[in-house]
C-alpha cells in the first residue's frame, strides 16, 4: 500500500494537493453558472394557488417553492393566451413585433396544426439559444406550440430543437379539448334538413345515372364508374357541409376526429413516438422525463437550462386515478393539484440531486384562467383568477394577463418575500442572464445585437436591493395587446400603478366574462368597446380590482397620466412597425397534408 511506504515529507505535499484540489473545485463550482429551471403552467389562474389566497385547494409544493423564494403578486403574461406568451416569454419581446399573434380581423390565434408552417421567426432569439451560447445542455419536456417545422412527410419535426434547445420529449402544438377521444366520424341524420338534403340529391343523382344510362344504352362499366364518381362527389360534400362544420370550432377547422388524428401526438427530438397521446399519466410521463433528465446532468460540468412546460391545467381535464377526485373542485381541481404534485416531484429530484443551492427555479403561468370553460357534461373546467376581472382571451383585464410568479434561488435570493411591483413574464431572460452573472444577451449571441427586449433585469428586485416600487422619476410602461392591438397600457411611477384602458371587450351580463362553452372565450375583435377618444384610468395602487368607477377625465391626475401614456402610445407606433400576422397568412397557417406527420410505429 502506496501511503504507508510513502516517506513523511511526500505525504505533507500529498495533503497540500489534496487542499488546493479542493480549493480549485470549490472555486471552479463558484465560477459555474447556476442551473436554471423554468416550469411553466397552461392556462393557471393566480387565484388557483394557496399561496396566492386560494383557501380550498391545496397546493402545498408551489406554496413551499413561494416560501423559499421571491412570490411575484404583479407578474404579468405579454399576451391572454398561450403561442404569442410563450414567445414572448421565450424572446423577452412583445410577440406583435414578430407577427406570432392573430390580428384584428380573422380566427387564428394561436398555431392550430403540427403541419402548418406558421412558427417563431428563425431570427428570434429565444433564451434556450442564449443559454446554448453560454454553453448550457438546454432541453423542453412538455408543451410547446411555437411551430412543429415538420418536413416533407412529416418525417421530422424538429420544433424547438430549431431555437436553442438540444432535446425535446412532448407536444409540440397544444392539448385541445378534442385530444380526449374518441370522436364520432359518421355525422348523418336523417331529421337534419341538410342530410335530407344531400340524401336527396344522392338518390336523385343514381336515379338520373341509372335512367338516362338505360336510355342511351351506356355500357355498365361507364354506368358503375359514373356511380363511384357519384358517391364520392357526395362523400366530399357531406365531409365539408355536415362532418366539417357541423363538429369543428373556429380555431382550427378540423373536426375533433381529425384533430385528434393529426394533432395530438408525442415527439421525441422530432420523431413522432405517440399519436394520438395517452392522457392517462401523461403528466407523470413528462415529470418523470423531467427528473431523468436532472439525474443525467446533476453532475455535469456544464450547467443546464431545463424547460418543463406541464400540459395542465389546459383542457382537457386528466389525471393518474390517484389523483381522481382528490379536490374540492372537480375535475379542475384534480388538474391543479397533480400539477402542484408535479411541481413537487422537480423539486424533489433538486433536493436529492444536490443542486438547490446552484439551481435557479422559476414558475409561471401563460396566462390568466380560462372562465368560460365547460366540458362535455356541462362541468366548469377553467380556473379562477382572483378577483381580478376577465380571463384568458382577454388583453386588457388583469384575470387574463396576471399569473403567479415565483422565483427561487437558495442562498442566493432572499426567502419568503413577496415583490408587488409590476413585472414581465418577458423580464425571465435579461433576469436570468443578470442573476447568473452571464454576458448581456447581444454579447453571447450576435444575432441578437439589432433585437429590441421588451423585458428588462429585475434581478435587484428580486435580491432585494432595489426599494419594492420605483422611485417618482422611474417609470416602466407596459402594453397590453389584445391580438394585435394596444387595449391597456400600465404604467408604474413612484408609488402609483395605473392603468389606461384603449379597448374594453364587452361581457356577458353579470359577468366578467363573455357566455360559456367548451370553446368559448372573448377574442380582442368583436363586441369591443373603443374608448380611444377618452380612455379609461385605474389607479391599481388604489383600486387593484377596478371595482370602483375610472378617475375621472376631470382631474389632473387623469389628464397628467392619460396624456403621457397617449403620447407614449403614439411615440411606440412610430417607432415600432408591426409586421402582418404570421397567423393569418393563409399560406403559413393552412393545413400542409405533405407534412402532416403519422406515426406508422407507434
Ligand atoms: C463556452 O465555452 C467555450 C469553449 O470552451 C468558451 O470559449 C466560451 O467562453 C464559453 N462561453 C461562456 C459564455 O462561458
Ligand atoms: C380556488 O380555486 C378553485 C379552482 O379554480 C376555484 O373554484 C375556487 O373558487 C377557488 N377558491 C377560492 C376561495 O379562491
Known amino acids: 500500500m502506496w501511503f504507508i511506504s510513502v516517506s513523511g515529507r511526500m505525504c505533507v505535499a500529498g495533503l497540500w494537493c ?14 459555474r453558472p447556476p442551473n436554471v429551471l423554468v416550469m411553466l403552467a397552461d392556462d393557471l389562474g393566480i387565484g388557483d394557488l394557496s399561496c396566492y389566497g386560494n383557501t380550498t385547494i391545496k397546493t402545498p409544493n408551489l406554496d413551499r417553492l413561494a416560501l423559499g423564494g421571491v412570490k411575484l403578486t404583479h407578474h404579468l403574461a405579454a399576451a391572454p393566451l398561450c403561442t404569442p406568451s410563450r414567445a414572448a416569454l421565450l424572446t423577452a419581446r412583445y410577440p ?8 384584428e380581423s380573422t380566427w387564428s390565434i394561436v398555431i392550430t396544426n403540427v403541419a402548418n408552417r ?3 421567426p428563425l431570427d428570434e432569439v429565444t433564451l434556450a439559444t442564449a443559454l446554448s451560447a453560454a454553453n448550457y445542455t438546454t432541453a423542453i419536456v412538455g408543451k410547446w406550440h411555437l411551430g412543429s417545422h415538420c418536413s416533407f412527410l412529416g418525417r421530422r419535426c424538429p420544433g424547438p430543437l430549431k431555437y436553442g434547445f438540444q432535446s425535446f420529449f412532448g407536444i409540440p402544438t397544444t392539448l385541445s379539448i378534442d385530444c380526449r377521444g374518441p370522436h364520432a366520424f359518421w355525422i348523418f341524420s336523417l331529421s337534419d334538413p341538410q342530410c335530407q338534403m344531400l340524401a336527396g340529391s ?6 338520373s345515372v341509372v335512367v338516362v344510362a338505360r336510355m342511351l344504352g351506356w355500357r355498365w362499366r361507364t354506368m358503375v364508374l359514373l356511380l363511384l364518381l357519384s358517391n364520392f362527389l357526395t362523400f366530399v360534400v357531406w365531409f365539408k357541409i355536415i362532418h366539417l362544420s357541423k363538429t369543428s370550432f373556429r380555431l382550427t377547422r378540423v373536426s375533433p376526429w381529425l384533430y385528434r388524428l393529426l394533432n395530438s401526438l408525442l415527439v421525441r427530438d422530432g ?21 431523468h433528465f436532472l439525474a443525467q446532468h446533476a453532475a455535469d460540468h456544464q450547467p443546464f437550462f431545463l424547460f418543463h412546460s406541464f400540459a395542465h391545467v389546459h383542457t382537457p381535464m386528466f389525471s393518474a386515478p390517484h389523483m381522481e377526485g382528490v379536490s374540492k373542485h372537480g375535475r379542475y381541481g384534480d388538474n391543479v393539484e397533480e400539477l402542484d404534485e408535479g411541481v413537487g416531484s422537480l423539486l424533489e429530484a433538486l433536493r436529492e440531486h444536490n443542486l438547490e443551492e446552484n439551481t435557479i427555479v422559476y414558475f409561471t403561468s401563460d396566462n390568466g384562467a380560462h372562465l368560460e370553460a365547460l366540458d362535455h357534461e356541462g362541468q366548469r373546467i377553467g380556473g379562477h383568477n382572483g378577483r381580478f376581472k376577465g380571463g384568458k382571451l382577454q388583453g386588457g383585464p388583469d384575470g387574463g394577463i396576471r399569473v403567479p410568479g415565483i422565483y427561487r ?28 452573472d452571464l454576458p448581456p444577451l447581444h454579447r453571447l449571441v450576435p444575432q441578437a445585437a439589432h433585437k429590441e427586449l421588451d423585458g428588462v433585469s429585475i434581478a435587484r428586485l428580486l435580491t432585494g436591493d432595489t426599494p419594492d416600487l420605483p422611485t417618482d422619476q422611474e417609470t416602466r410602461v407596459m402594453l397590453h395587446h389584445c391580438r394585435q392591438v394596444i387595449h391597456a397600457v400600465r404604467l408604474t411611477r413612484g408609488q402609483h400603478i395605473y392603468k389606461m384602458y ?12 363573455c357566455g360559456w362553452g367548451a370553446l368559448t372565450g372573448c377574442d380582442c375583435a368583436r363586441n369591443i368597446d373603443d374608448l380611444s377618444h377618452q380612455p379609461e384610468l385605474y389607479d391599481l395602487t388604489r383600486d387593484p380590482y377596478e371595482d370602483h368607477s375610472p378617475i375621472s377625465p376631470d382631474t389632473d391626475e387623469y389628464q397628467d397620466v392619460v396624456g403621457f401614456l397617449q403620447q ?10 408591426y409586421p402582418p400576422s404570421l397567423l393569418n397568412n393563409g399560406s403559413l397557417a393552412a393545413w400542409l397534408p405533405w407534412r402532416q406527420p403519422v406515426c406508422l410505429t407507434c
Do not use: C
Not at 344522392?202 to 336515379?207: G, N, Q, S
Open 18 to 31: 489534496l487542499l488546493v484540489l479542493v480549493v480549485t473545485t470549490a472555486a471552479a463550482t463558484n465560477l
Open 96 to 103: 406583435a413585433r414578430y407577427g406570432l399573434v392573430g390580428n
Open 271 to 291: 420523431e413522432v413516438v405517440e399519436q394520438p397521446i395517452r392522457l392517462d399519466g401523461l403528466s407523470q410521463r413528462l415529470v418523470q422525463e423531467s427528473r
Open 568 to 577: 407614449y402610445v403614439r411615440e411606440w407606433s412610430a417607432k415600432v412597425t
Open 502 to 513: 384603449l379597448k374594453k371587450q364587452q361581457w356577458f351580463p353579470g359577468s366578467t366574462q
Open 409 to 436: 434561488w437558495a442562498g442566493h435570493l432572499p426567502e419568503n418575500v413577496t415583490v408587488d411591483t409590476p413585472t414581465s413574464l418577458m423580464d425571465l431572460m435579461p433576469t436570468l442572464l443578470d442573476l447568473a
Open 118 to 120: 406558421a412558427a417563431l
Open 202 to 207: 344522392w338518390l336523385a343523382v343514381v336515379a
